[in-house]
């Protein structure tokens, strides 16, 4: 039986001082700061720890797990529920003490982050729960804040734009400065891993589970962007993560939901998906995601790389030259488990050289396997070992040995603040891509089109705290001088809204349509159609892929945004109103609809004004 601890005071946990942080784990390990820059020289202390824990702590710290509830002691009912039913245990706290896990990941819809200062108390509730512990190891806390359409944490912190977005702005001193902010925001709520920058090149359009979330198609582009984010991460003293090895890029199939094979030979391989990930550890990454893929030129037995030793230490480790930590895509996309069992699956990836086992569906399972694994002699504890000092070595370069607690302070001075807010909008500015414009019908004036329309899809914030696009977009409109309404037409606009949407667009100057991943059979290619034959003056914008433009026509202008969060929607208008210049150059190319051997647009397309 598992006793709950009494939960700390928000005041007590949200004001905990380094000192009193260094206290809790005296015993354990209180590196010094210059050793923090050289872990190397800690190993032995680091040693030390492990040679005091058991074979269940050992096993723990390999596990990253999701768990429910927005407090580590006192969460809401339906999250114990959960936690229950899906872990065995009803809080964080619990579970940091039956499985020892070493790290925790956060989710929106695990309802951990509703906001800010609530995270940061999770965050230090955890961090107690951890170093009560009788081997006393902070927890590596992550999630998956990549920017763009993939945000745990949402407003009052700041949104910046995602990859494709700073691919399109090309700049690495301001691809450098977002991870930088993002970074500061993460571990200002005690959040230190962060599963970004994404490092795969997105050279298939059709790709479902990457596209935006990619800087681009081009090799050495991205690379430049993901060493600049490395570095970004680094300063903010935030452990970023390259993912997915081997390159998730060239695929049709979505991994979350199927097994995807890549065909690339080995010499495409090293000239397509290896650039962006040797840059990264050239940079100095701390940890690199692998994925859920098959590549047989890399790995003739087609096991997914994830659970493949010829390419997570043949290639990651010994021709890459990569000692730092390797973190597994979650084991339980269904990607990782269409080959083998639940309970074979975090042994075989142990065995492939991974170090953290993140996020499986059971976790009794996964951690009971990998137990069983060890006692029967099929894992080796010196195997383990191996892992656990890497994770270690991380925990300490981040500083968690000496301070592993947020305060309101930081949170406050840091999340959201007036600075960040403005370089998020400064580097979004930049980004926004102008594709069409129709006799320079762009820039819009309030004087000559004041009366705008504005419809489209409206799909989920990313964060839960952005949007509807289409109202984002009209109220940025309205404080520029513009009479805008807004109309959501939906993803999939109804025979019955696209006439809704004609018949609110008599007497308007301009008709504003926001689109999102236009298909061949999109009836989102009709409701553009309709307003154009209304006569009134139609307008693009892209609010997730860019390729959209490539199945439309008759519109006077369109632009690209490469994401539907504020941010990125307010610079779109900027730019449409002439505040902005559009300075976006295209990341990827953008081929002819009906001719996929034409390119429409190349990389590095894009107009002026």
């Not at 097994?259 to 050239?282: G, K």
């Not at 900027?574 to 001719?595: H, N, S």
């Amino acid at each position: 039986m598992h006793h709950r601890a009494p939960a700390p005071s928000r005041r007590t946990l949200l004001t905990v001082t380094a000192a009193a942080a260094a206290a809790a784990v005296t015993g354990a390990f209180a590196p010094t700061a210059h050793a923090e820059t050289n872990a190397g020289s800690n190993d032995l202390a680091l040693q030390r720890i492990i040679d005091r824990m058991s074979l269940e702590e050992k096993v723990g710290q390999l596990f990253v797990m999701r768990v429910y509830g927005h407090s580590a002691t006192a969460p809401d009912q339906a999250d114990a529920d959960a936690n229950l039913a899906e872990i065995g245990v009803r809080t964080a706290a619990e579970l940091v003490e039956r499985y020892h896990v070493g790290g925790i990941i956060y989710f929106t819809w695990a309802h951990n982050t509703r906001d800010p200062q609530q995270i940061a108390e999770l965050s230090n509730g955890i961090q107690q729960a951890a170093l009560a512990r009788p081997t006393p190891v902070p927890v590596l806390l992550s999630t998956d804040q990549e920017h763009g359409i993939v945000c745990r944490v949402g407003k009052p912190a700041t949104l910046l734009p995602g990859a494709m977005a700073l691919g399109a702005g090309g700049s690495h001193a301001d691809a450098r400065k977002a991870a930088q902010i993002a970074g500061e925001e993460l571990a200002a709520v005690g959040i230190r891993q962060n599963y970004a920058p994404v490092a795969d090149v997105n050279v298939n359009p059709a790709n479902p589970v990457i596209g935006v979330r990619s800087f681009g198609s081009d090799p050495q582009a991205v690379a430049g962007l993901v060493a600049a984010q490395v570095k970004g991460y680094q300063r903010a003293g935030v452990a970023a993560t390259s993912k997915h090895f081997p390159g998730h890029g060239d695929t049709a199939v979505d991994s979350h939901y199927g097994l995807p094979t890549i065909t690339h030979t080995r010499e495409q391989w090293a000239e397509l998906d290896a650039p962006p990930f040797r840059a990264a550890i050239d940079a100095g990454i701390d940890s690199i995601m692998t994925a859920h893929i098959v590549v047989p030129a890399l790995d003739p037995s087609e096991d997914p790389a994830t659970l493949s030793r010829p390419i997570l230490t043949g290639i990651l480790r010994e021709q890459l030259g990569y000692d730092g930590v390797v973190v597994t895509d979650s084991l339980g996309m269904e990607g990782v488990r269409t080959k083998y069992g639940d309970e074979r699956v975090p042994v075989l990836a142990l065995k492939a050289g991974v170090d953290q086992l993140l996020n499986p569906p059971r976790l009794d399972v996964a951690w009971n396997a990998v137990l069983a694994a060890v006692r029967a002699g099929e894992l080796t504890e010196a195997r383990l070992d191996e892992s656990i000092l890497r994770i270690l070595r991380l925990k300490a370069k981040l500083g968690l040995f000496r301070q592993a607690y947020a305060t309101r302070a930081g949170v406050e001075r840091v999340v959201g603040s007036e600075s960040h807010l403005a370089h998020a909008d400064r580097i979004a500015e930049a980004t926004t891509t102008l594709l069409l414009n129709e006799d320079g019908f762009l820039p819009l004036s309030p004087a000559t089109h004041r009366s705008v329309l504005v419809v489209g899809a409206d799909p989920a914030s990313p964060s839960g705290t952005t949007g509807p696009p289409t109202t984002t977009l009209a109220t940025a409109l309205t404080e520029l001088g513009f009479s805008a309404t807004a109309l959501s037409t939906g993803i999939t606009p109804t025979a019955a809204k696209i006439e809704e949407a004609v018949a609110a667009a008599a007497g308007k100057d301009v008709v504003l349509v926001g689109t999102y991943n236009v298909s061949a059979t999109s009836p989102q290619r009709t409701l553009v159609a309709r307003l154009v034959a209304t006569g009134v003056p139609v307008v693009t914008v892209a609010i997730r892929n860019p390729y959209d433009v490539a199945r439309l026509g008759g519109q006077r202008a369109s632009l690209a945004s490469y994401s539907w969060t504020d941010v990125e929607l307010r610079a779109a208008v900027r730019v449409l109103a002439g505040r902005a210049a559009p300075r976006g150059r295209l990341p990827v190319p953008i081929l002819d609809a009906d001719d996929p051997t034409k390119v429409l647009h190349p990389v590095g397309y894009g107009l002026s004004y």
